[in-house]
């Protein structure tokens, strides 16, 4: 069984720059979910997604997007990148079942180290 | 008032101690909680999971939750020096597009001492 993994591991951008960073959920997990976690800082929800559409989103502009694809891989976007967006970025892949009603197994990636400069 | 409290760290114990690390949330929908341990540069490792009231013990940790006072704590017995880590407290609440969504606590420091 294979766990959840996250590329690239670190990268640095320029101010207003775009960025993407993907995401292979565990097997057997259909939802993932995006965080961001700043320095000292517990991670902040940025969004779900489960059946290639976002399924709840935290208090990110739409600067920040996603993709979910049929192998329930997953993309973040950011465009226009601002200092403050430097962060540490956390894809979780968990499983929903009964119409979305109960969840399990959460299980995030090792993370993307994102510098903005 | 933020969702989720932790007490305000960091906090240091010496080797063999109990650590008490406690935590607070405000949505009386939460249903599951969570600690989790992050070591610097790493990503979040569930070591807890509690969803009713009272003890739940893995080894040398303790959860304990009281939804009555929206409480949730985490004992780790015998603290070893391989324990220092940043302690997360997360919550899931049900229903609504908040459903499967964690919400964590800032986070408290420990270090065990020799």
């Known amino acids: 069984e294979t766990g959840v993994t996250q590329s690239p591991t670190h990268l640095i951008k320029t101010r207003g720059q775009q960025v993407t960073l993907r995401c292979s959920s565990q097997?057997?997990?259909?939802?993932v979910s995006w965080y961001q976690q700043a320095l000292g800082q517990g991670p902040q929800f940025i969004f779900q997604?489960?059946?290639?559409?976002?399924?709840g989103r935290g208090n990110f502009p739409p600067r920040f997007s996603g993709l979910q694809f049929p192998n329930y891989s997953s993309e973040l976007n950011v465009n226009a990148l601002e200092l403050d967006d430097s962060a540490l970025y956390l894809c979780?892949?968990?499983?929903?079942?009964?119409?979305?009603?109960?969840?399990?197994?959460?299980?995030f990636g090792s993370g993307t180290r994102l510098t903005v400069v | 008032q933020k969702e989720v409290e932790q007490n305000s760290g960091p906090l240091s114990v010496p080797e063999g101690a109990i650590a008490s690390l406690n935590c607070t949330y405000s949505?009386?929908?939460?249903?599951?909680f969570f600690w989790y341990r992050q070591y610097s540069g790493k990503s979040p490792e569930l070591i807890m999971s509690?969803?009713?009231?009272g003890d739940k013990e893995d080894g040398r940790f303790t959860a304990q939750l009281n939804k009555a006072s929206q409480y949730v704590s985490l004992l780790i017995r015998d603290s070893q020096p391989s324990d220092s880590a940043t302690y997360l407290c997360?919550?899931?609440?049900?229903?609504?597009?908040?459903?499967?969504?964690?919400?964590f606590g800032q986070g408290t420091i420990l270090t065990v001492h020799p």
């Open positions: 979780a892949s968990s499983l929903k079942v009964g119409s979305g009603q109960a969840i399990y197994g959460y299980t």
């Open positions: 097997s057997g997990h259909n939802t």
């Open positions: 997604y489960y059946r290639e559409e976002e399924n």
């Open positions: 949505d009386r929908g939460s249903q599951s």
């Open positions: 509690i969803y009713s009231n």
């Open positions: 997360a919550v899931i609440r049900a229903g609504g597009t908040s459903y499967g969504k964690l919400t």
